[in-house]
């Protein structure tokens, strides 16, 4: 068992990879809250995108997407929107074969879709995300109220309608390319079959080459030799892997997934034990009710967790994302607010237990 019980934050993709290392190997991931993630986007394209507006990242105060359109906060104070429709030639690719918005493999799910501004929605998924979200309360770190019926539909619609499109596009990829591997419906012994005849060439072949990568970094944590490293935009490998190892094609969240973690594309938003509408009472600095950021102070707080892993700005590159962990609260809450862009998230990790800070 680990001596480290991390609450993580991630997109879904991210938080079906943490629930693939929980269910394969010895995590120390103990928490999951997941975002809820309509699409992401390429960093050095968004870079482009904005020079056709005379901007840079460095411009920007804030992203912020709604109504079709992503909305730049500007330093100077003024907004910029440019049309989701013109943005789309920059979503990842990996994006347009994702069926899922709301993170359903979470312990709690959050995002802004259905709540008012300065509000987030909540999804309580767990035993365990439910005692994090009554204690939260309980000590007045969050507010909560009730979803109304419309803003419920809004979410429900929303979510249905991004796994429909993307099934769609699925089936269009497939006609012509290789099967998505986490979309088949295979029985868990048969997954055991595949996964231990696979290595990184499979992973490669399955996965990266055909743009369904989502640069998460679940391959390169759990390599025991140290083989795969990422890059911006892909992992690869060097060397020769051992014969009986199977790890970044068992872990992978675009690779088969067991039953236990699948999940169910004609329920919209998952399974779930309720839904609320949630802000923070002590933080503003976040996205939206800064409710990711008010948990996981929570959960420090309590000693609940002995770190969060996190998402934040490099210091020296507008808006480029980079995961660390911390056990500092004030870090936390300067990693608040939405980086529209990809890092690998499960990279801190492997420092954490090799012991280097
Ligand atoms: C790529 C992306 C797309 C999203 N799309 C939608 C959407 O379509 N609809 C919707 O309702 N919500 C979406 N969200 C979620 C939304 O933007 C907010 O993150 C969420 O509502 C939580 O807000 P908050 O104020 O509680 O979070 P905060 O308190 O601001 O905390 C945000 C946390 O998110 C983490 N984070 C920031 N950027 C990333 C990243 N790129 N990858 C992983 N973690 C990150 C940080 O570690 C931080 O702890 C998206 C988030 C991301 C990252
Ligand atoms: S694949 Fe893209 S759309 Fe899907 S959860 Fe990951 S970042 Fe979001
Ligand atoms: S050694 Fe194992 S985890 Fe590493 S690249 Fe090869 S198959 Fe993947
Ligand atoms: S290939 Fe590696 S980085 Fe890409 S999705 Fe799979 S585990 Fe994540």
Same mark, same amino acid.
Request: glycine share 4%.
């Given at each position: ?21 929980q ?24 870079g ?20 079709g ?8 104070? $003024?907004?910029v ?22 993170? $359903? ?11 008012? $501004? ?11 995300? $439910? ?33 429909n ?66 890059d ?85 590159l ?13 870090e936390v ?25």
């Open positions: 068992m680990s001596e480290h019980k991390i609450a993580m934050v991630g997109t879904p993709c991210e938080i079906m990879a943490a629930s693939k290392l269910y394969y190997t010895d995590s120390p991931i103990d928490v999951k809250l997941g975002l809820f993630c309509m699409e992401n986007f390429s960093y050095k394209y968004f482009n995108l904005l020079k056709e507006y005379d901007l840079k990242m460095d411009d920007i105060e804030k992203f912020q997407i709604d109504k359109f992503v909305f730049l906060l500007l330093k100077t104070k $003024e907004t929107k440019i049309p989701l429709s013109v943005a789309k030639r920059i979503i990842r690719k990996n994006c347009n074969i994702c069926v899922e918005l709301t993170s $359903e493999t979470s312990d709690i799910s959050i995002g802004s879709i259905g709540s008012d $501004e300065g509000w987030s929605t909540l999804i309580v998924r767990t035993k365990k995300g $439910e005692e994090i979200v009554d204690g939260a309360l309980k000590q007045n770190f969050i507010e909560a109220k009730d979803l109304t019926e419309s803003q419920f539909k809004l979410l429900n619609r929303l979510a249905a309608n991004k796994t499109r993307n099934l769609e596009t699925i089936e269009e990829r497939e006609f012509f390319a290789r099967p998505v591997l986490y979309q088949r419906d295979k029985s868990d012994d048969s997954i055991n079959k595949e996964i231990s005849e696979s290595d990184f060439l499979d992973l490669k072949s399955n996965v990266i080459d055909v743009g369904a990568c989502v640069l998460c970094g679940a391959c390169e944590y759990v390599c025991p030799d140290n083989l795969i490293a990422i911006d935009t892909k992992p690869r490998m060097k060397g020769k892997c051992p014969e009986d190892c199977h790890a970044c094609f068992t872990v992978c969240p675009r690779t088969f997934i067991p039953e236990d973690l699948r999940n169910d594309n004609s329920k919209a938003i998952g399974e779930y034990i309720k839904i609320l509408s949630v802000k923070s009472v002590r933080h503003t600095q976040g996205q939206d009710g800064s409710i990711v950021t008010t948990l996981l102070d929570y959960l420090l707080t309590n000693n609940i967790v002995t770190e969060a892993l996190i998402v934040d700005k490099e210091d020296h507008a808006w480029k994302p980079y995961a660390k962990i911390t056990k500092d609260i004030d809450v300067k990693s608040g607010g939405t980086k529209y862009s990809v890092c690998p998230v499960f990279k801190p990790l492997r420092n954490l237990e090799e012991g280097v800070e």
